[in-house]
């Protein structure tokens, strides 16, 4: 693009010069418009077969789970284009943010897509827009919360051939709820970013928006899959163990089955479920955790 760009520039400011090189320079007319053709086509993207982990999470998330959420609510309207700056610099230290996932539907394989710049807008949503989200979702509850939920069951990798070009793993909003309350939200597909990597991505961004130093390092290239990061024998498990996992995780499933829901009459409606333990519920449940080790299993329902 900036070699047609100048070109352009060239024809305008040196007419003759220009005409002198193209008919003494180049061989043909034909061989000049392949050259203008080559600087006109975008560089392609790097490609990365998707490992066995980000697979399973692709065939997840249209199932409906598998959606990172990153919040941040803020009594002053943020600058968008210092945060779309920050993601910008969060996507070239961190390339598998700006990448897209493409599916080919012959084989039913996915690819990490990888252009070569930042590609994320933040997409604004006035108070009137806002407003008409936050009806619909929250029937009289916290405003915060209803965007939450909206972002959450956003069907943004519902279909991965909608676009042809591959759906991208990071999208960004930012909502006006009210003259001093302001939420910003990053959504991200797991196979990307997961939710303990979101964490320090969270942390990252902040510092950015800050002014601080985050990871300056420019990185051209995906990361390999996790399975090859993991050094040789260690991935293979024994058959009984597999099996054991099998049953603990199907005896951990009685446990839930006698939890009791209050206000079950409840004209609200949501399709995420919150767990929360007082102080006596925490502390019962650590003191347990010093004696036997405890899982902690969290749930999102679509």
């Known amino acids: 693009m900036m070699l047609h760009f100048i070109l352009i520039i060239s024809l305008l400011i040196f007419p003759s010069l220009s005409l002198t090189l193209s008919s003494h ?60 700056n920050a993601l910008h610099k969060l996507q070239n230290s961190h390339p598998i943010l700006r990448s897209k996932i493409h599916l080919d ?34 029937n009289g509850h916290d405003p915060f919360h209803a965007l939450l939920e909206h972002e959450m069951n956003q069907d943004t990798w519902r279909d991965y051939t909608i676009p042809s070009a591959g ?12 003259h001093d309350r302001f ?6 597909h797991t196979a990307a970013c997961d939710r303990a990597a979101a964490v320090a991505l969270l942390k990252e961004l902040l510092r950015l928006v800050t ?7 420019s990185r051209e290239k995906v990361n390999s899959p996790i399975e090859d990061m993991i050094p040789e024998g260690k991935m293979n498990k ?13 005896l951990n499933a009685f446990r839930f089955s006698n939890l009791s829901f209050i206000d079950v009459g409840s004209p609200r409606s ?33």
């Open 25 to 84: 320079s180049f061989p043909s007319n034909k061989m000049a418009q392949n050259s203008n053709t080559e600087a006109q086509s975008p560089p392609t993207p790097e490609a990365r077969p998707v490992g066995g982990t980000e697979f399973s999470w692709c065939k997840a998330v249209p199932a409906g789970t598998g959606v990172t959420v990153l919040s941040l609510l803020l009594s002053k309207p943020p600058q968008i284009a210092v945060v779309q």
């Open 105 to 138: 539907p012959s084989n039913n394989t996915f690819h990490f897509l990888t252009p070569p710049t930042p590609t994320v807008q933040i997409h604004p949503f006035d108070i009137t827009s806002t407003a008409t989200i936050i009806q619909s979702q929250s």
């Open 167 to 178: 759906a991208d793993v990071l999208h960004a909003a930012v909502y006006n709820i009210s």
């Open 183 to 188: 939420a910003v939200f990053l959504r991200l």
């Open 211 to 217: 002014g601080g130093a985050g990871d300056e390092a």
């Open 238 to 250: 024994p058959f009984w163990a597999r099996g054991l996992d099998v049953l603990g995780y199907t």
């Open 270 to 302: 949501s399709r995420i479920i919150r767990l929360q333990l007082n102080v006596d519920e925490t502390k019962n449940l650590l003191a347990v955790s010093y004696h036997q080790p405890v899982s902690f299993l969290f749930c999102y329902l679509h």
